[in-house]
């Protein structure tokens, strides 16, 4: 196979208070290693022990997927110590994105960070616009994205849930699904 | 690693005008495969020499994805025939989600197939209430779903276009991005 590199990196937001946000940026991590390319992502708030099912297959499929967060936010009794992970994934996300080791990153919830203010989104945009190496894809998901940020992305989708289990029918997450 | 059999299999219906969908779809069935589910699925519509990107993180992952479209319906120059292979792929369908060997199946872009009219929506949804083992997920994705399926799911999200690179900025399609 022969890898082509792409003429101009996009960058991608998946946003809106619906399901499927980081469930689509996996599946264009997963099309993405179907055509070779060098896939690697962080994930910023979500709890090291959840998300096993994308963890795993990340794992088996040689794909570098690295959390930093400490569980849901919300749930969090040491804002401090959410907020000190989620500054040290964005100093270990510039590292990376700067590398050129890969084709397309994930950074995955990281509206979050800008939304709490922990990290300025302006500031954050500056430096992707002037650090991101030119083919490279970045895939940015979570709700409240910034509207500096929406101006700077390519494509952006939001996602509107029009219907949703947990809140209609009471149902418990599933295991493999976990939206 | 012990499979869990879900209590209630979810219908999943990914629809709008926006990017995602069947991305979204590709994140659950990697996801579920990284929890050791059984996986499979069919594209409807889709030509059976695009979607390579996700054709080969299939194969290697060992996911079964079976195309049954050829090509684009709004640029086929036979829609009988295109009908007819979406009609064919239905039945395979049928005969995989009876079968006990899956925990979760995609119907990719399979909306289209009741919206062209080529299957009666509420007979499709009947047959889904009446024969779909309690356990299994289903995902449906395309832009049109019929009300009556919204009615009939679990979870729908709709995913709305924002912001696209190739009608807003005329690049490209990028290869392992494809959306």
Redesign the interface.
């Known amino acids: 196979m022969t890898r082509?590199t792409?003429?101009?990196g996009?960058v991608?937001v998946?946003?809106?208070n619906?399901?499927?946000k980081?469930?689509?940026?996996?599946?264009?991590?997963?099309?993405?290693?179907?055509?070779d390319?060098r896939v690697g992502g962080i994930q910023f708030i979500k709890s090291e022990t959840a998300g096993?099912?994308?963890?795993?297959?990340?794992e088996?499929?040689g794909i570098e997927l690295t959390p930093v967060g400490d569980g849901c936010t919300w749930l969090s009794r040491d804002m401090d110590e959410t907020r000190d992970r989620a500054l040290r994934g964005w100093e270990v996300a510039q590292q990376k994105i700067t590398s050129g080791d890969y084709?397309?990153f994930l950074l995955d919830e990281f509206t979050y960070v800008m939304h709490y203010g922990w990290l300025d989104a302006p500031t954050v945009v500056d430096w992707l616009r002037t650090s991101k190496p030119e083919p490279l894809?970045v895939v940015i998901t979570g709700r409240y994205a910034p509207p500096v940020l929406?101006d700077y992305?390519?494509?952006?989708?939001?996602?509107?849930?029009?219907?949703?289990?947990f809140s209609?029918?009471g149902?418990?997450a599933?295991?493999?699904?976990?939206?």
């Open positions: 082509t792409p003429r101009k996009l991608i998946n946003t809106g619906g399901k499927g980081t469930t689509a940026a996996l599946g264009l991590l997963m099309r993405a290693w179907g055509h390319l096993y099912g994308e963890y795993r297959a990340c088996r499929m084709d397309i894809h929406i992305a390519d494509l952006v989708t939001d996602m509107t849930m029009v219907k949703h289990p209609d029918q149902l418990a599933q295991q493999g699904i976990e939206f």
